[in-house]
């Protein structure tokens, strides 16, 4: 086969078929197919679609491109047999659920094996935010998950380069081509990765919002379909919630700020949308692992998750009971007015706290532990003039002004008056 065949086919609106699907992913992970190349039928792709055989093939030929791990045989060490589950986001604003979720599931005998990722664009990484606990390390071997899984129950770790690595070349190139938001190439892309990780169940949750790569609730519908309907292909039992990213979830949105809340939430209290969420998605995890009838808020009230929080994070030389890191400035954006807040953007937070070091300008950049955004109030609260609506932290203060302007017209406080104009002209 050859290249220029293939993006050809794509451009023109034709179908790959599998034998040229397999060719073309493997050529291009061999530095055969070019850049450019791969990023012609990127672009083709996007523009043109792909039927969902062309979807799964592709999917397949993404998976061929790496090594499988496989916890069939998973047991703890009194020798019972294990499940699996896993939850992937597509990525939001303070999406901080994997810190909470993997130890509440686990504290119900089911192992969770949490492959995660790191920060893209103004989306936060759930591996920056766990490393600004001190001493706490994201890679780790296969064996050392495989043991951690069985005495512990839960990992959040790096995945290992040898899982789809075609994924990674092609996620490198869709970041600086334009073509990320394209549903077949999202699709394989978390689907490749989630089969070849070998998890039993895999409930997504599929943000839809400014926040989120889907805006709009029809694509991110279909997105959940696609994928729902790739993992089921592959024999894993697969399910997605659609939950809006239109808001931040919870008050923080930053590494450490995001840690203190999930340890909030793990002893019991935390915001209430993000103990929702939390709750929610446990429970799809734990009924697709076959436990069903139990109410997950209880181990979060009871600290049985915290238990298992705890020895995960001490698993990989973490310091649970650490100080976690502070930013050297803080600068608060109050209120003009009396009002209520009836506008907070979660694209604007997550931009503001990208802006202010909480994730990366270029590609292996390090973050900053203590930068990102503190809410002080949610949409529908009351605020007083003078009063802060979020601080903003940074190690860096030069980055305020380029944070303050990404939260210009993100947030707005509506005045009685206002509020009762709004209300009339709804009426009329
Ligand atoms: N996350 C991924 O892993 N891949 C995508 O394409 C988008 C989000």
Known sequence: FDAIEVIRLKRDGHRIDDARIDWVVDAYTRGVVAP?????????????????????????????????????????????????????????VGDKITLPLAPLVASYGVAVP??????????????????????????????????????????????????????????????????????????????????????????????????????????????????????????????ALLTDMSVPLGLTAGNALEVRESVEVLAGGGP???????????????????ITGVDPAENLANGKAMDVWERMIAAQGGDPHAELPVARHTDAVTAETDGVLTELDAMAVGLAAWRLGAGRERQGQPVQAGAGMELHVRPGDHVRAGQPVMTLHTDTPERFDRARQALEGGWAVATPDDAAAAALRERS
């Open 36 to 92: 450019e190349q791969m990023s012609a039928l990127a672009m083709a792709i996007l523009l043109n679609g792909m039927d969902r055989a062309e979807i799964s093939r592709w999917t397949a030929a993404m998976i061929a491109s790496g090594e499988r791990m496989d916890f069939s045989g998973l047991t703890a060490p009194d020798g019972r047999r294990l499940a699996t589950a896993d939850k992937h986001s597509t990525g939001g």
């Open 114 to 239: 949490q492959l995660s990722g790191r920060g893209l664009g103004h989306t936060g990484g759930t591996l920056d935010k766990l490393e600004s606990i001190p001493g706490w390390r994201a890679d780790l071997t296969n064996g050392e998950m495989m043991r951690q899984l069985s005495e512990v129950g839960a990992v959040i770790c790096a995945a290992g380069s040898g899982l789809a690595p075609a994924d990674k070349k092609l996620y490198a190139l869709r970041d600086v081509t334009g073509t990320v938001e394209a549903i077949p190439l999202i699709a394989s892309s978390i689907m490749s990765k989630k089969i070849a990780e070998g998890t039993g169940t895999l409930v997504l949750d599929v943000k839809c919002g400014s926040g989120a790569f889907m805006k709009d609730e029809a694509s991110a519908r279909e997105l959940a379909r696609t994928m729902v309907d790739l993992g089921r292909d592959a024999g894993v039992d697969t399910s």
């Open 272 to 290: 209430a949308d993000v103990v929702e969420l939390t709750v929610e998605l446990a429970r799809a995890m734990l009924a697709g692992a076959g």
